[in-house]
């Protein structure tokens, strides 16, 4: 279990950009689950569809990318104030299946498919309340900085 203040030891991310308030759990190596809170005060919601807010699509992929960096950083042993940058490098397969609206509770779940040369592939799903918001292969790539 990881509470906001040690996400951030693992994230250079920060308001309004950092995209995870919790880690439930985290097993090295194999798969992270995560959760985003989305509350109407969430900056993005006053000028996306603001009569009927929605999450952006794409920012539900780049918090489902930051679960699966701290669960890279951590499976490596590293933080960003090492020296390292764990970077969005890719997405394959995005899907859609539902909006993710004020008051959800976005859980993100990541899972280690392969890594070569710091490139990381991971399986990643969104859901609320146990129904799929979004799934995506996402590929991280861990760079010196």
Known sequence: ?????????????RYPFLLVDRVVELNLNESIIAYKNVTINEPFFNG?????????????????AQAAGILGFKTMDKKPEDGSIYYFVGSDNARFKRPVVPGDRLQLEAKIVTEKRGIWKFECRATVDGELACSASILCADRKI
């Open 1 to 13: 279990m990881m509470d906001v203040n040690e996400i951030r030891q693992y994230l250079p991310h």
């Open 48 to 64: 996306h569809f603001p009569n009927h807010p929605v999450m952006p699509g794409v920012l539900i992929i780049e918090a489902m």
